[in-house]
Protein backbone atom coordinates (compact mmCIF):
# COMPACT_ATOMS: atom_id res chain seq x y z
CA UNK A 1 0.00 0.00 0.00
CA UNK A 2 1.50 3.34 -1.35
CA UNK A 3 1.87 5.49 1.73
CA UNK A 4 2.87 9.67 2.37
CA UNK A 5 4.03 10.30 6.08
CA UNK A 6 4.06 13.39 7.79
CA UNK A 7 5.97 14.12 10.80
CA UNK A 8 3.18 15.78 12.72
CA UNK A 9 -0.76 15.75 12.61
CA UNK A 10 -1.30 18.82 14.73
CA UNK A 11 1.24 21.60 15.02
CA UNK A 12 1.19 25.04 17.62
CA UNK A 13 3.70 27.16 16.92
CA UNK A 14 4.78 30.39 18.31
CA UNK A 15 5.50 33.58 16.06
CA UNK A 16 9.18 33.92 14.93
CA UNK A 17 9.64 30.18 15.80
CA UNK A 18 11.29 28.21 12.77
CA UNK A 19 9.22 25.00 12.24
CA UNK A 20 10.40 22.39 10.27
CA UNK A 21 7.46 19.89 8.85
CA UNK A 22 8.79 16.88 7.34
CA UNK A 23 7.45 14.28 4.55
CA UNK A 24 8.41 10.79 3.85
CA UNK A 25 6.92 8.58 0.60
CA UNK A 26 7.95 5.20 0.59
CA UNK A 27 6.94 4.62 -3.25
CA UNK A 28 10.21 5.99 -4.75
CA UNK A 29 8.57 8.57 -6.59
CA UNK A 30 10.89 10.91 -8.32
CA UNK A 31 8.24 14.52 -7.56
CA UNK A 32 7.20 15.56 -4.73
CA UNK A 33 5.49 18.87 -3.69
CA UNK A 34 4.21 20.63 -0.37
CA UNK A 35 0.73 22.66 -0.88
CA UNK A 36 -1.14 24.83 1.65
CA UNK A 37 -4.64 24.33 1.60
CA UNK A 38 -7.07 27.64 3.49
CA UNK A 39 -10.52 27.34 2.62
CA UNK A 40 -11.62 29.07 -0.01
CA UNK A 41 -8.24 29.29 -1.80
CA UNK A 42 -7.82 25.37 -2.46
CA UNK A 43 -4.58 23.68 -2.61
CA UNK A 44 -1.92 25.88 -3.17
CA UNK A 45 1.77 24.73 -4.35
CA UNK A 46 4.82 26.46 -2.21
CA UNK A 47 7.62 23.89 -3.48
CA UNK A 48 8.03 21.01 -5.46
CA UNK A 49 11.27 18.98 -6.48
CA UNK A 50 11.85 16.80 -9.13
CA UNK A 51 14.96 15.09 -8.26
CA UNK A 52 17.40 14.72 -4.87
CA UNK A 53 18.68 17.94 -4.06
CA UNK A 54 16.43 19.54 -6.87
CA UNK A 55 13.43 22.12 -5.80
CA UNK A 56 11.38 25.14 -7.65
CA UNK A 57 9.56 27.70 -6.60
CA UNK A 58 6.01 27.19 -6.52
CA UNK A 59 3.49 29.83 -6.67
CA UNK A 60 3.66 31.04 -3.17
CA UNK A 61 7.01 29.93 -1.96
CA UNK A 62 7.51 33.28 0.39
CA UNK A 63 8.40 32.92 3.58
CA UNK A 64 9.01 29.59 2.72
CA UNK A 65 12.49 27.22 1.86
CA UNK A 66 12.70 23.25 1.29
CA UNK A 67 14.98 20.50 1.57
CA UNK A 68 15.55 17.23 -0.74
CA UNK A 69 18.87 15.50 0.39
CA UNK A 70 17.44 12.36 -0.13
CA UNK A 71 14.80 10.68 -2.84
CA UNK A 72 12.32 9.55 -0.10
CA UNK A 73 11.96 12.98 2.16
CA UNK A 74 11.10 16.70 1.43
CA UNK A 75 11.05 19.06 4.17
CA UNK A 76 9.14 22.08 4.48
CA UNK A 77 11.01 24.89 6.90
CA UNK A 78 9.05 28.16 8.10
CA UNK A 79 12.31 30.31 8.46
CA UNK A 80 10.31 32.57 10.79
CA UNK A 81 6.93 31.51 11.20
CA UNK A 82 3.98 34.51 11.52
CA UNK A 83 0.34 34.68 11.85
CA UNK A 84 -0.69 34.40 7.99
CA UNK A 85 0.92 30.58 7.72
CA UNK A 86 -1.42 29.42 9.87
CA UNK A 87 -3.02 26.43 7.75
CA UNK A 88 -3.27 22.70 6.64
CA UNK A 89 0.19 21.85 5.04
CA UNK A 90 -0.24 18.75 2.35
CA UNK A 91 2.66 16.89 1.15
CA UNK A 92 2.39 14.62 -1.66
CA UNK A 93 4.50 12.60 -4.77
CA UNK A 94 3.75 11.34 -8.04
CA UNK A 95 5.35 9.69 -10.73
CA UNK A 96 6.79 9.07 -13.11
CA UNK A 97 9.13 12.23 -13.66
CA UNK A 98 7.24 14.93 -15.97
CA UNK A 99 5.04 12.59 -17.85
CA UNK A 100 1.42 13.51 -18.53
CA UNK A 101 -0.94 11.98 -16.64
CA UNK A 102 0.87 11.32 -12.85
CA UNK A 103 -1.29 10.62 -9.79
CA UNK A 104 -0.47 12.76 -6.73
CA UNK A 105 -0.76 10.64 -3.49
CA UNK A 106 -1.26 12.66 -0.26
CA UNK A 107 0.12 13.10 3.34
CA UNK A 108 -2.27 13.25 5.84
CA UNK A 109 -1.86 16.71 5.90
CA UNK A 110 -0.24 18.84 9.39
CA UNK A 111 -2.80 21.69 10.78
CA UNK A 112 -0.09 24.43 11.68
CA UNK A 113 -1.57 27.22 14.11
CA UNK A 114 0.75 29.57 14.52
CA UNK A 115 0.08 32.03 17.82
CA UNK B 1 -9.12 34.84 -12.75
CA UNK B 2 -8.33 31.31 -11.43
CA UNK B 3 -6.90 29.00 -13.25
CA UNK B 4 -9.40 26.44 -12.34
CA UNK B 5 -12.88 27.60 -10.66
CA UNK B 6 -15.12 25.23 -9.39
CA UNK B 7 -18.82 26.29 -7.55
CA UNK B 8 -18.06 25.59 -3.63
CA UNK B 9 -21.60 24.85 -3.38
CA UNK B 10 -22.35 23.07 -0.99
CA UNK B 11 -24.99 21.29 -2.94
CA UNK B 12 -27.43 18.78 -0.72
CA UNK B 13 -29.02 16.11 -2.53
CA UNK B 14 -30.90 12.72 -1.15
CA UNK B 15 -29.75 9.75 -1.23
CA UNK B 16 -30.30 8.39 -4.82
CA UNK B 17 -30.22 11.13 -6.06
CA UNK B 18 -28.12 12.14 -9.55
CA UNK B 19 -25.83 15.37 -8.84
CA UNK B 20 -23.65 16.80 -10.97
CA UNK B 21 -20.13 19.03 -10.73
CA UNK B 22 -18.59 21.27 -13.30
CA UNK B 23 -15.12 22.54 -13.13
CA UNK B 24 -13.80 25.35 -15.21
CA UNK B 25 -9.91 25.75 -16.85
CA UNK B 26 -8.41 28.36 -18.35
CA UNK B 27 -5.27 26.99 -19.85
CA UNK B 28 -6.01 25.68 -23.36
CA UNK B 29 -2.95 23.42 -22.84
CA UNK B 30 -4.29 21.32 -20.29
CA UNK B 31 -3.69 17.97 -21.50
CA UNK B 32 -4.66 16.19 -17.96
CA UNK B 33 -7.47 16.31 -15.86
CA UNK B 34 -8.18 14.89 -12.75
CA UNK B 35 -10.77 14.42 -10.18
CA UNK B 36 -9.87 14.13 -6.46
CA UNK B 37 -12.19 13.40 -3.02
CA UNK B 38 -11.41 14.92 0.31
CA UNK B 39 -12.99 13.86 2.84
CA UNK B 40 -13.47 15.96 6.39
CA UNK B 41 -10.18 16.25 8.35
CA UNK B 42 -8.59 14.01 5.56
CA UNK B 43 -6.05 14.33 2.40
CA UNK B 44 -7.65 14.23 -1.24
CA UNK B 45 -7.30 11.07 -2.97
CA UNK B 46 -7.72 10.34 -6.50
CA UNK B 47 -11.28 9.48 -7.89
CA UNK B 48 -11.46 9.79 -11.40
CA UNK B 49 -8.27 10.66 -14.55
CA UNK B 50 -10.07 11.94 -17.58
CA UNK B 51 -8.57 11.52 -20.50
CA UNK B 52 -10.07 12.58 -24.39
CA UNK B 53 -13.90 12.76 -24.35
CA UNK B 54 -14.35 11.22 -21.01
CA UNK B 55 -14.49 7.78 -18.10
CA UNK B 56 -16.84 5.81 -16.11
CA UNK B 57 -16.60 4.30 -12.85
CA UNK B 58 -19.23 2.83 -11.59
CA UNK B 59 -22.03 5.38 -10.58
CA UNK B 60 -19.37 8.12 -11.23
CA UNK B 61 -18.99 9.91 -14.70
CA UNK B 62 -16.62 12.21 -15.91
CA UNK B 63 -16.73 13.94 -18.94
CA UNK B 64 -14.13 16.69 -20.65
CA UNK B 65 -15.63 19.41 -23.06
CA UNK B 66 -12.03 20.60 -24.19
CA UNK B 67 -14.06 23.53 -26.57
CA UNK B 68 -15.50 25.07 -23.83
CA UNK B 69 -12.92 24.09 -21.37
CA UNK B 70 -14.78 22.51 -18.79
CA UNK B 71 -15.01 18.85 -16.82
CA UNK B 72 -17.26 17.86 -15.23
CA UNK B 73 -18.25 14.77 -12.74
CA UNK B 74 -21.96 13.14 -12.43
CA UNK B 75 -22.76 10.65 -9.70
CA UNK B 76 -25.69 8.55 -9.89
CA UNK B 77 -27.59 7.11 -6.93
CA UNK B 78 -25.70 9.24 -4.05
CA UNK B 79 -25.37 7.41 -1.56
CA UNK B 80 -24.55 9.01 2.36
CA UNK B 81 -20.85 8.02 1.99
CA UNK B 82 -20.70 10.03 -1.14
CA UNK B 83 -20.22 13.46 1.09
CA UNK B 84 -17.19 14.95 0.90
CA UNK B 85 -15.22 17.68 -1.06
CA UNK B 86 -14.52 17.41 -4.90
CA UNK B 87 -11.58 19.04 -6.07
CA UNK B 88 -11.17 18.86 -9.64
CA UNK B 89 -7.59 19.43 -11.33
CA UNK B 90 -5.95 20.09 -14.77
CA UNK B 91 -2.01 18.81 -15.66
CA UNK B 92 -0.55 20.89 -18.47
CA UNK B 93 2.50 18.39 -18.81
CA UNK B 94 5.15 19.99 -16.55
CA UNK B 95 5.22 18.58 -13.29
CA UNK B 96 2.31 21.34 -11.65
CA UNK B 97 -0.96 20.15 -11.36
CA UNK B 98 -3.33 22.95 -10.85
CA UNK B 99 -6.08 22.18 -8.64
CA UNK B 100 -9.53 24.33 -8.10
CA UNK B 101 -10.86 25.02 -4.69
CA UNK B 102 -13.55 22.42 -4.14
CA UNK B 103 -17.58 21.77 -4.51
CA UNK B 104 -18.61 20.02 -0.86
CA UNK B 105 -21.50 17.60 -1.32
CA UNK B 106 -23.94 16.40 1.33
CA UNK B 107 -25.89 13.08 0.87
CA UNK B 108 -28.77 13.03 3.48
CA UNK B 109 -30.75 10.34 4.22
Known amino acids: DVKVTQSSRYLVKRTGEKVFLECVQD?????MFWYRQDPGLGLRLIYF???????EKGDIPEGYSVSREKKERFSLILESASTNQTSMYLC??????????????FGPGTRLTVL | RKEVEQDPGPFNVPEGATVAFNCTYS??????FFWYRQDCRKEPKLLMS???SGNEDGRFTAQLNRASQYISLLIRDSKLSDSATYLC??????????FGAGTRLFVKA
Open chain 1, 92 to 105: ASSSPRGQVGNEQF
Open chain 1, 27 to 31: MDHEN
Open chain 1, 49 to 55: SYDVKMK
Open chain 2, 27 to 32: NSASQS
Open chain 2, 50 to 52: VYS
Open chain 2, 89 to 98: ATHTGGFKTI
